[in-house]
T-cell receptor, first 111, second 115 residues
Framework: DVKVTQSSRYLVKRTGEKVFLECVQD?????MFWYRQDPGLGLRLIYF???????EKGDIPEGYSVSREKKERFSLILESASTNQTSMYLC??????????FGSGTRLTVV | AQKVTQAQTEISVVEKEDVTLDCVYE???????LFWYKQPPSGELVFLIR??????QNEISGRYSWNFQKSTSSFNFTITASQVVDSAVYFC????????????FGTGTRLKVLA
């Protein structure tokens, strides 16, 4: 069964900390995505990557960066966590846009 | 600009009732894809269906059916004889033919099916 794995289900971090959210897929997918989900706002795209070392900004990239050194791994980095980054973070991957496979999400709380 | 609107924030029905979740989209492209995803309480989004803009045939899968109408830019989702296990948040999404496979999601509709 194809899988997207997010390393943490719940995470609590302090304001100003550097935070790494990891996502690994085992499907050899080229395209990977980071979304955040907030009540009433749906899912909003932060960054995506269509190949190793390639990345593009989504709709809300401010305060975030990403890294894709290997095809299977796509990391989201919060350079200096702030309380307004408290959210559910969802990683997804797809081969040719025939539908995303999502990870189970990381609920991040910044205190 | 792309936009997906799910005007129903929350719907409650009693088990065995039929329920329709509305999705209205905006796009300038003639080639695009529409999706529905289900997010149960466990949190993981599950793919339900993809429809491309050239295929307006309605689709039925068990108790689920989808009605795609380009004339009204709608892609509605109906659950027949709802069950408690259908309780979830449902998202509609749009992807344009840009090669990047980015999706624009609606804000979701929370469906509560009461026993």
């Amino acid at each position: 069964d194809v899988k997207v794995t997010q390393s943490s289900r719940y995470l609590v971090k302090r304001t100003g900390e550097k935070v790494f959210l990891e996502c690994v897929q085992d499907m050899d997918h080229e395209n990977m995505f980071w979304y955040r989900q907030d009540p009433g706002l749906g899912l909003r795209l932060i960054y995506f990557s269509y190949d190793v070392k390639m990345k593009e900004k989504g709709d809300i990239p401010e305060g975030y960066s990403v890294s894709r050194e290997k095809k299977e791994r796509f990391s989201l980095i919060l350079e200096s966590a702030s309380t307004n980054q408290t959210s559910m973070y969802l990683c997804a991957s797809t081969l040719r846009g025939d539908g995303y496979t999502f990870g189970s999400g990381t609920r991040l709380t910044v205190v | 600009a792309q936009k997906v609107t799910q005007a129903q924030t929350e719907i409650s029905v009693v088990e065995k009732e039929d329920v329709t979740l509305d999705c209205v989209y905006e796009t300038r492209d003639t080639t695009y894809y529409l999706f529905w995803y289900k997010q149960p309480p466990s949190g993981e989004l599950v793919f339900l269906i993809r429809r491309n803009s050239f295929d307006e045939q309605n689709e039925i899968s068990g108790r689920y059916s989808w009605n795609f109408q380009k004339s009204t830019s709608s892609f509605n989702f109906t659950i027949t004889a709802s069950q408690v296990v259908d309780s979830a948040v449902y998202f509609c999404a749009l992807s344009e033919w840009s090669g990047t496979y980015k999706y624009i999601f609606g804000t979701g509709t929370r469906l509560k099916v009461l026993a």
